[in-house]
């Protein structure tokens, strides 16, 4: 097996091999340090990121600097401060978070000046500075009061309803600290008006909360026990607290929620010891339009969160629980805590036998809540081989979405005896474990990866076509790229990329792989465009793109497709109908694909756009519709009313009326090659049908057969005594004469007159079951017709 890391390098010159080459890096184990410092250097070099910033191909730049660490990007600072304003906005936004890290001080003077410019008439992108709050972390101090305060009064300028501002403010809400009293609550004041519900509202306060206390976890909790989202209780974390905190009432307070009068006086004493709870006292009594916007019982749980706040330790140096004590704190129903570091560090004091039994033994308590995920976590960061079986039944069918993605990211950082442990099992293991534990396998990578995609690769693929092509990514070897090359028939973009990827770094080359490469940058190219429309706010799409499910032989594969037909209701037998007619990429069969969760994904975003383009007045996206269809009399849904159709001839095979009535709505739905199949069946029972006749030719046509459509039409004429009609249809004769006049000139049959409706008119012909004209009085077929 190749060294992927080595061969790789000097081939990173297209954007299939670029994006690849992230996405390694990005799946690598986060405790990997020394391999992604070694990609870095190797891949992602000084000279590569100067040409790139030279060509000014600001795609690529945008992945690198969302990608990489900050400190990779640590000698471009001055030229990342040059190139800031004249970049895209996505760009210079993500260089935000580089500069904080690497020259605060510069980015904001480099903020300065682009204030400036807008002060002097230049355009306000809000959306250039989504990432200041970044600039919380870099120690921020009133020195820089005056600048933020200018940037919030130019947001506060702004239209109440501009789309914009709305989602800045929470941003600016978290530099709290860094603003006057009079802007910070400015702020809040209008950051409250824009809520429109109770999570917008949530995220405020949140906000708010970290912008002055730094963290956010006491609000947190306060919200979950009122939802009795979490059992949490305060008394457990004594450790977190300061001596003097009354745990026992803020426990009440917690179960039954106080007036907001009965808490405001421990805000008021503990103030005068915290400058944070000083500043939401304030907010909260001198502004009478935040009072107003903040119900009795939103406040008072916004003061029992900030004197929890104010009561808690800010250090943990002098921390001496024991063993057990710590475990139980670092299973607390908390979302990354910040004292999470401090608690970690004191554990690895203790014996490891003892630490992993105590770990061990106390997550089946707490794996329903946020507790389980910090201590699988631990056990990730402290990376020994004895969690591996826990952390694999924590990631079963029956555990939270939670635990199961903690729990991966553990089973990676432990890494090889992870990966050897799955691979051992895996036919054992149930389909959760298998989804969450691919990745593992994959991103460890490795020979054993390799024997492991090599050896399962007919289930694999079966399962899940993207998995395996990152599997084999993941893992460079030449028997992977000879098991995939066959699967190129399918033209799929995901096998396409990976077989070239896999090809350029085992150094195979071919037509096939050519035509690959070829076909896998189109579609790269043409994600790239969608990507790039929709920002600018063209909603429309080239194409709708949908992950189908084969019922024949299972295959899953993507789809271009000219539409999907919706029910009206969602109790629907058959809710989705593909608007178009292609084989199955794996078998080659025409079947009724379904469509997978992802298509369905697909699906519900696109008509979001739709629904966007429509408030935008522009032209909606045409791709999903409903339809409806007549059978026997009856309005059906068209999904219902195919299924119904396809049913009856399968009881009925000589019924031409219900094979004409198929044949047409499978024409109608863009399924020509089917349509024909049905009208054939219909015209052989009934030969002297011409509307069946007339259908036919049309689907013909749709299935670019012209000359066989026009003959059928040339015969008819032949034949124009023998008419008859399966179904009485008006203006039959001017569709007739239409498709017959379309064809002659598309053929280029200039050696044939030009057909009028007029000379369509045939003599009025007598049913079996009409009376006899003879005057007899007896049916027609029991009288001159025998």
């Known amino acids: 097996m190749i060294d992927p890391i080595l061969n790789a390098k000097e081939k990173l010159d297209d954007p299939l091999m670029l994006e690849w080459a992230l996405r390694y890096y990005k799946d690598l184990p986060e405790n990997n340090r020394e391999e992604k410092a070694h990609i870095e250097s190797s891949w992602f070099h000084d000279l590569f990121i100067a040409q790139l910033i030279e060509r000014n191909e600001t795609e690529t730049l945008l992945r690198l600097f969302n990608t990489l660490?900050?400190?990779?990007?640590?000698?471009?600072?001055?030229l990342i401060i040059k190139r800031w304003l004249e970049w895209p906005t996505s760009l210079a936004n993500a260089t935000i978070q580089i500069l904080a890290v690497n020259a605060p001080k510069e980015l904001l003077h480099l903020l300065e000046s682009y204030l400036n410019k807008v002060e002097q008439g230049a355009p306000f992108e809000i959306e250039r500075l989504l990432s200041i709050y970044e600039l919380s972390e870099t120690g921020i101090d009133t020195s820089y009061q005056p600048l933020l305060n200018r940037l919030c009064q130019k947001v506060l300028l702004l239209p109440k309803i501009h789309f914009g501002r709305m989602f800045f403010l929470p941003s600016l809400l978290r530099l709290g600290n860094g603003l006057s009293f009079d802007m910070h609550a400015s702020l809040l004041e209008a950051a409250l008006q824009s809520c429109e519900d109770n999570?917008?509202?949530?995220?405020?306060?949140?906000?708010?909360?970290?912008?002055?206390?730094?963290?956010?976890?006491?609000?947190?909790?306060?919200?979950?026990?009122?939802?009795?989202?979490?059992?949490?209780?305060?008394?457990?974390?004594?450790?977190?607290?300061?001596?003097?905190?009354?745990?026992?009432?803020?426990?009440?307070?917690?179960?039954?929620?106080?007036?907001?009068?009965?808490?405001?006086?421990?805000?008021?004493?503990?103030?005068?010891?915290?400058?944070?709870?000083?500043?939401?006292?304030?907010?909260?009594?001198?502004?009478?339009?935040?009072?107003?916007?903040?119900?009795?019982?939103?406040?008072?749980?916004?003061?029992?969160?900030?004197?929890?706040?104010?009561?808690?330790?800010?250090t943990f140096e002098n921390l001496a629980p024991d063993l057990k004590e710590t475990v139980d704190l670092l299973s607390g129903d908390f979302l990354k805590p910040h004292w999470y570091p401090a608690l970690l560090a004191h554990l690895r004091t203790y014996d490891q036998q003892d630490i992993t039994t105590a770990l061990i033994s106390r997550l089946p308590y707490v794996r329903h809540t946020y507790?389980?995920?910090?201590?699988?976590?631990?056990?990730?960061?402290?990376?020994?081989?004895?969690?591996?079986?826990?952390?694999?039944?924590?990631?079963?069918?029956?555990?939270?979405?939670?635990?199961?993605?903690?729990?991966?990211?553990?089973?990676?950082?432990?890494?090889?005896?992870?990966?050897?442990?799955?691979?051992?099992?895996?036919?054992?293991?149930?389909?959760?474990?298998?989804?969450?534990?691919?990745?593992?396998?994959?991103?460890?990578?490795?020979?054993?990866?390799?024997?492991?995609?090599?050896?399962?690769?007919?289930?694999?693929?079966?399962?899940?076509?993207?998995?395996?092509?990152?599997?084999?990514?993941?893992?460079?070897?030449?028997?992977?790229?000879?098991?995939?090359?066959?699967?190129?028939?399918?033209?799929?973009?995901?096998?396409?990329?990976?077989?070239?990827?896999?090809?350029?770094?085992?150094?195979?080359?071919?037509?096939?792989?050519?035509?690959?490469?070829?076909?896998?940058?189109?579609?790269?190219?043409?994600?790239?465009?969608?990507?790039?429309?929709?920002?600018?706010?063209?909603?429309?799409?080239?194409?709708?793109?949908?992950?189908?499910?084969?019922?024949?032989?299972?295959?899953?594969?993507?789809?271009?497709?000219?539409?999907?037909?919706?029910?009206?209701?969602?109790?629907?037998?058959?809710?989705?109908?593909?608007?178009?007619?292609?084989?199955?990429?794996?078998?080659?069969?025409?079947?009724?694909?379904?469509?997978?969760?992802?298509?369905?994904?697909?699906?519900?975003?696109?008509?979001?756009m739709m629904k966007a383009a429509h408030e935008n007045e522009q032209q909606p996206s045409t791709r999903i519709t409903t339809m409806s269809c007549q059978v026997d009399g009856h309005t059906l849904p068209a999904a219902t009313a195919l299924e119904?159709?396809?049913?009856?001839?399968?009881?009925?095979?000589?019924?031409?009326?219900?094979?004409?009535?198929?044949?047409k709505i499978l024409a109608y739905i863009n399924r020509p090659k089917a349509g024909i199949q049905a009208l054939s069946q219909a015209l052989q029972l009934e030969p002297a049908a011409i509307d069946v006749k007339l259908m036919l030719a049309n689907a013909l046509v749709l299935n670019d057969a012209n000359e066989e459509?026009?003959?059928?039409?040339t015969d008819a004429l032949n034949q124009l005594a023998d008419w008859e009609f399966l179904v009485p249809q008006s203006n039959f004769g001017q569709d007739f004469a239409k498709l017959y006049n379309q064809l002659r000139r598309s053929l280029g049959r200039d050696d044939l007159p030009a057909l009028h409706p007029s000379s369509l008119k045939t003599p009025q012909k007598t049913g079996r079951n009409d009376p006899c004209p003879c005057g007899s009085g007896k049916k027609f077929k029991k009288c001159c017709g025998r």
């Open 644 to 663: 119904k159709l396809r049913e009856h001839v399968a009881k009925s095979p000589n019924d031409a009326s219900a094979w004409f009535q198929l044949g």
């Open 371 to 608: 507790g389980g995920v910090q201590l699988a976590e631990v056990m990730g960061d402290l990376a020994w081989a004895e969690f591996v079986p826990c952390l694999i039944d924590s990631i079963t069918q029956d555990q939270g979405d939670y635990l199961c993605e903690a729990s991966q990211t553990a089973l990676k950082k432990i890494g090889i005896s992870a990966q050897a442990a799955l691979i051992e099992f895996w036919d054992q293991l149930d389909w959760s474990q298998q989804i969450f534990g691919l990745p593992v396998i994959s991103d460890i990578g490795g020979k054993a990866a390799a024997d492991f995609a090599y050896e399962h690769f007919d289930t694999l693929m079966a399962d899940n076509v993207e998995f395996y092509c990152k599997l084999a990514l993941a893992a460079p070897d030449k028997r992977l790229l000879d098991r995939l090359k066959p699967e190129l028939r399918r033209q799929q973009p995901l096998i396409d990329c990976a077989c070239y990827i896999l090809a350029r770094l085992l150094d195979q080359d071919d037509d096939e792989i050519q035509a690959a490469k070829k076909r896998a940058i189109a579609d790269l190219t043409r994600q790239a465009r969608n990507r790039k429309s929709f920002e600018s706010g063209d909603l429309s799409n080239d194409s709708l793109y949908l992950e189908l499910h084969c019922p024949s032989c299972n295959g899953v594969n993507q789809y271009a497709v000219k539409g999907v037909i919706i029910g009206k209701n969602q109790d629907e037998k058959i809710p989705h109908l593909i608007n178009d007619e292609f084989p199955c990429a794996s078998c080659g069969q025409y079947v009724e694909f379904e469509l997978t969760s992802s298509a369905l994904t697909s699906l519900t975003a696109e008509m979001l």
């Open 709 to 713: 459509a026009f003959q059928i039409l």
């Open 69 to 78: 660490p900050a400190q990779h990007f640590s000698s471009f600072t001055n």
């Open 199 to 314: 999570d917008r509202r949530r995220s405020v306060l949140i906000a708010l909360i970290q912008g002055v206390f730094g963290h956010k976890e006491y609000l947190d909790i306060v919200f979950d026990r009122s939802e009795k989202q979490s059992e949490q209780h305060l008394e457990s974390l004594v450790y977190l607290f300061q001596e003097e905190t009354p745990l026992t009432q803020l426990d009440q307070w917690l179960d039954s929620p106080p007036a907001f009068s009965e808490v405001i006086p421990m805000l008021e004493k503990i103030s005068y010891q915290s400058s944070g709870c000083k500043r939401i006292l304030s907010l909260l009594k001198d502004s009478s339009r935040i009072k107003r916007q903040l119900p009795d019982a939103i406040r008072s749980q916004l003061v029992v969160a900030t004197c929890i706040h104010g009561f808690a330790r800010t």
